[in-house]
């Protein structure tokens, strides 16, 4: 009996685990480029729990005898709930990535960047226009010896809507997080977006932006600011986080 416990434990752990990467809410916890190391303990723990299953019946009689007279089944109970418990935290819990919330408490700035380990600056120049996510435009910002060249420039980045008493009516910051290993380590960034109606937008709401940069400043800071033409709601991206290489 209870090695089927066991069986059935690990191979759960192991479809639930199988599970968070066929429907792309994996990415809303870890940096895309550990996605296989996720896949291979999936396979793992069901490779473990089909071996307990499937082992032959007089080895389930002699590993029970052994575990009675070592009296480790406390240990094991505990074990098997320790893997049990995400698995339930997961299934009650609804998937979904950070937010404006994950925000109060954590200063965005372009200094964000030093704990977000950036791509190198090389790597964002040669990256097409139309292609830069906020992260690449604020690496290429702070890399710049003037600012002012950014002025006039077409620009369009989705992210998070966030704001707090620091932004005047006509403002937010069009957001996202920068995960290097995971959602434990996110640094928030964004770029501070005027728009006149500003105010019509929901705190967390998804949003691709169009506009210009014009070189700027937020709390002291230079950064690029983006002269809003156009802002459209739209759908969570199939990867909410930004990755650093």
Same mark, same amino acid.
């Given at each position: 009996m209870k090695s089927t416990v066991k069986?059935?434990?690990?191979?759960?752990?192991?479809v639930f685990l199988y599970s968070? &990467? %066929?429907?792309?809410?994996?990415?809303?916890?870890?940096?895309?480029r550990f996605v296989w190391l996720t896949i291979f303990a999936s396979a793992g723990f069901l490779l473990i729990g089909l071996s307990y299953r499937y082992r032959p019946q007089q080895a389930h009689h002699h590993d029970e005898q052994d575990?009675?007279?070592?009296?480790?089944g406390q240990t094991s109970w505990l074990g098997l709930g320790i893997i049990l418990l995400p698995i339930i935290l997961g299934l009650l819990v609804p998937p979904k990535p950070l937010g404006a919330a994950a925000?109060?408490?954590?200063?965005?700035?372009?200094?964000?960047l030093t704990s977000a380990a950036a791509p190198?600056?090389?790597?964002v120049l040669t990256k097409p226009k139309a292609d830069k996510n906020v992260l690449d %435009?604020?690496?290429? &910002?702070?890399?710049?010896p003037n600012p002012a060249a950014f002025n006039d420039e077409?620009?369009?980045?989705?992210?998070?809507?966030?704001?707090?008493?620091?932004?005047e009516q006509d403002k937010f910051m069009?957001?996202? &997080?920068?995960?290097?290993?995971?959602?434990?380590?996110?640094?928030?960034?964004?770029?501070?977006?005027? %728009?006149?109606?500003?105010?019509?937008?929901?705190?967390?709401? %998804?949003?691709?932006?169009?506009?210009?940069?014009?070189?700027?400043?937020?709390g002291g800071e230079a950064m690029p600011i983006i002269m809003g033409e156009s802002v459209i709601s739209t759908e969570i991206p199939e990867r909410p986080y930004l990755y650093p290489f």
């Open positions: 069986a059935l434990t690990l191979i759960s752990m192991g968070r &990467f %066929w429907n792309g809410k994996l990415f809303f916890y870890i940096n895309e575990q009675a007279e070592h009296s480790h925000m109060v408490n954590r200063e965005v700035s372009i200094g964000s190198e600056a090389d790597d %435009w604020l690496i290429e &910002f702070r890399s710049s077409p620009v369009k980045v989705i992210g998070f809507v966030y704001r707090d008493d620091r932004f069009v957001s996202r &997080f920068v995960v290097s290993c995971c959602a434990a380590d996110a640094a928030p960034l964004g770029l501070l977006v005027h %728009w006149p109606e500003s105010a019509s937008l929901a705190d967390d709401q %998804w949003v691709e932006v169009s506009g210009h940069l014009q070189a700027g400043e937020f």
